[in-house]
């Protein structure tokens, strides 16, 4: 029988799922990234407890066909990391390689978005849908294209970066080195900002009231749970930060022209408040024709998002 691993590198933890031919997992680890002492150390140590994984499954090491690897920033060809941004690493990191050099194992790696658009596409909420584009909303923003069933990698790995499309030329800088992404708005991030912005011309509301008056202590889920009892001045931050959303994806929308939109990542936890919203402002920034029978949900992989993406790197051949 065999086997695939899919590993989820993040900048503080590592996620390990073993998993069969058919996706499912059948056991999974965890251990901290600590970047720090070197991509060498890391991948070494995520092989370690992938082979303590396997003997702890009864599972033979010559029975893992191959790995999938998925990591924040550009990859290029499944094989090298553009910019590894949220690492200790050089960039141009050559991450295929040195994970084959380490396990002997046929090796794929790819963007954590894009793998999150593969998994939900394989064996989540895109099954069955040849055009997807799944849009993770947690720190930042971004967005995983499939076409005709295939991820849309771009020619230096950078598709998908929608996040990083400018709305607003007089607005807020953004880590990137651009001013006025949609980022900076449609994210924890953007809607915290502009929460903290509004309390600080009007603090006579039950937002200010939940957080003690501590600024500081603001999060996106306070804003979405008091907008769904009905808090006006809640409301009016989600109602923004909907049509700067609804802005951004009326221009996926009308160069893509999918199927389904699907939302993941922790902001889109929410729920039906943010895709509520997005529809009332879409026809403002879409044409009429990519709105037909456009099927709005979200993610179902969850926390296995990222585990089952890179092993489907190497499953989806």
């Not at 006579?204 to 749970?225: M, P, Q, S, T, W």
Request: glycine residues 14%.
């Amino acid at each position: 029988m065999n086997y695939f691993v899919g590993i989820d590198i993040g900048g503080t933890n590592v996620e390990i799922g073993i998993l069969n031919a058919q996706g499912d997992i059948l056991g999974k680890e965890s251990i901290k990234t600590e970047s720090k002492k070197g991509a060498e150390d890391t991948f070494n140590r995520i092989w370690n407890k992938t082979k303590e994984l396997a003997e702890k499954l009864k599972i033979k090491v010559e029975d893992i066909e191959a790995i999938g690897l998925g990591i924040p920033g550009p990859v290029v060809n499944n094989s090298v990391v553009k910019i590894a941004a949220n690492f200790s690493w050089n960039n141009d990191f050559p991450a295929k390689d040195l994970m084959e050099k380490v396990t002997g194992k046929p090796v794929k790696v790819g963007n954590d978005v894009k793998v999150i658009a593969l998994g939900e596409t394989l064996f989540g909420a895109g099954k069955g849908y040849k055009n997807s584009i799944t849009i993770p909303i947690g720190t930042g923003i971004a967005a995983g294209i499939i076409i005709d069933g295939k991820i849309l990698e771009g020619a230096g790995g950078a598709a998908g970066e929608f996040g990083h499309v400018v709305v607003n030329k007089e607005g807020y800088k953004c880590g990137c080195g651009l001013t006025g992404c949609l980022e900076t708005y449609c994210s924890a991030t953007g809607i915290v900002r502009e929460g903290r912005r509004r309390l600080e011309l009007d603090k006579n509301n039950a937002l200010y009231e939940v957080i003690g008056g501590d600024l500081e202590k603001l999060e996106a889920k306070h804003i979405f749970d008091l907008a769904k009892k009905g808090d006006k001045f809640s409301s009016e931050i989600v109602d923004f930060f909907c049509e700067k959303l609804a802005e951004g994806v009326g221009m996926l929308l009308n160069i893509i022209n999918p199927e389904i939109i699907i939302f993941t990542g922790g902001v889109a936890r929410a729920g039906e408040i943010i895709t509520d919203g997005v529809k009332k402002y879409l026809p403002k920034y879409a044409l009429g024709m990519t709105m037909e029978n456009l099927i709005f949900t979200f993610g179902k992989l969850e926390e296995e998002a990222g585990i089952k993406g890179a092993a489907a790197l190497v499953m989806n051949k």
